[in-house]
């Protein structure tokens, strides 16, 4: 029980985590942005519009960085949710379900032929010739 709670609660500090550092990068772009192209050497006509543009970028970049760096332990407890919700499904108590058919790959029989399927018995009577 205290197992489930510390993930849980791992996975809330994680998107709390990430939502602050969205916001965070998006005022350091609006913040720094301007100053950095100033250093740069860049003349720039419209301030506003750039200070726009690297706050935009800057939570754009922490996304996609935040996305490859986290993105894995979001996947590992996605899956324990799956196998969890599959493992309630199953647990219904009775034992005589049925499990869904599960299809076969085709091998090849013995002496790499393929393996061929029985056939039919033939009837006892000789077959009719029709004229």
Same mark, same amino acid.
Request: proline share 6%; no cysteine; charged share 15%.
């Given at each position: 029980?205290?197992?489930? =709670?510390?993930?849980? /609660?791992?996975?809330?500090?994680?998107?709390?985590? %990430?939502?602050?550092?969205? +916001? *965070?990068?998006?005022? $350091?772009?609006?913040?720094?942005?301007?100053?950095?192209?100033?250093?740069?050497?860049?003349?720039?006509?419209?301030?506003?519009?750039?200070?726009?543009?690297?706050? =935009?970028?800057?939570? /754009?970049?922490?996304?996609?960085?935040?996305?490859? %760096?986290?993105?894995?332990? +979001? *996947?590992?407890?996605? $899956?324990?949710?799956?196998?969890?919700?599959?493992?309630?499904?199953?647990?219904?108590?009775?034992?005589?379900?049925?499990?869904?058919?599960?299809?076969?790959?085709?091998?090849?029989?013995?002496?790499?032929?393929?393996?061929?399927?029985?056939?039919?018995?033939?009837?006892?009577?000789?077959?009719?010739?029709?004229?």
């Amino acid at each position: 029980m205290l197992t489930k =709670l510390i993930v849980d /609660v791992y996975v809330w500090i994680i998107e709390i985590s %990430l939502w602050f550092m969205l +916001l *965070v990068s998006g005022i $350091i772009g609006y913040h720094y942005t301007v100053p950095l192209l100033k250093a740069a050497g860049w003349i720039l006509e419209n301030e506003t519009t750039w200070k726009i543009y690297g706050a =935009l970028f800057f939570v /754009v970049a922490t996304f996609l960085v935040s996305a490859i %760096l986290t993105g894995p332990f +979001l *996947v590992l407890v996605d $899956i324990r949710k799956s196998v969890r919700a599959f493992e309630t499904n199953n647990s219904g108590g009775s034992s005589s379900r049925v499990l869904p058919f599960e299809r076969r790959e085709p091998s090849l029989g013995k002496g790499g032929q393929p393996a061929v399927a029985p056939q039919r018995q033939q009837s006892a009577s000789p077959p009719v010739a029709v004229r």
